[in-house]
């Protein structure tokens, strides 16, 4: 009895963990043509700011890898997803040296754990498939 439950539970988790990357997938395509709508008003205004852009395309990025990550479920797609949150933050923000340094070791780490501790059974396993079924007790 208590197995079903659990599973209709994790059912429902997951159901809404894909109508959660769809929101967020139709968000960020609607960012992507504002982006591109306003990139265009503003080069042809000669008011183009390089730093807006920059924050605007790596914002749909981010998102972009949420969605991979929300589908996936792999060790590989949260790690991409933490990489490029980290980069745009290196990115887009001019903060102090110390914070910079940080944010380098940082993707630094990042690309250790995934040259060192992902293997192809962990991404092979997870990718596109439902989360395991919990073990009747």
């Keep these: 009895m208590r197995s079903k439950w659990v599973r209709g539970l994790l059912r429902a988790a997951w159901g809404l963990e894909l109508v959660v990357a769809v929101v967020i997938l139709a968000v960020t395509l609607v960012?992507?043509?504002?982006?591109?709508?306003?990139?265009?008003?503003?080069?042809?205004?000669?008011?183009?700011d390089l730093d807006g852009f920059f924050v605007s395309a790596m914002t749909i990025v981010v998102g972009i890898e949420f969605v991979k990550m929300l589908l996936l479920h792999t060790p590989r797609a949260v790690t991409d997803v933490l990489l490029f949150a980290i980069?745009?933050?290196?990115?887009v923000s001019h903060s102090s040296s110390v914070d910079t340094?940080?944010?380098?070791?940082?993707?630094?780490?990042i690309f250790l754990i995934k040259k060192f501790l992902h293997t192809e059974e962990d991404d092979g396993a997870a990718a596109g498939k439902r989360p395991p079924e919990?073990?009747?007790h």
């Design 134 to 136: 919990t073990p009747a």
């Design 87 to 91: 980069a745009r933050q290196l990115v």
């Design 31 to 48: 960012q992507l043509f504002l982006v591109g709508q306003t990139t265009l008003n503003e080069l042809l205004a000669g008011q183009f």
């Design 101 to 109: 340094l940080l944010g380098v070791a940082a993707v630094a780490l």
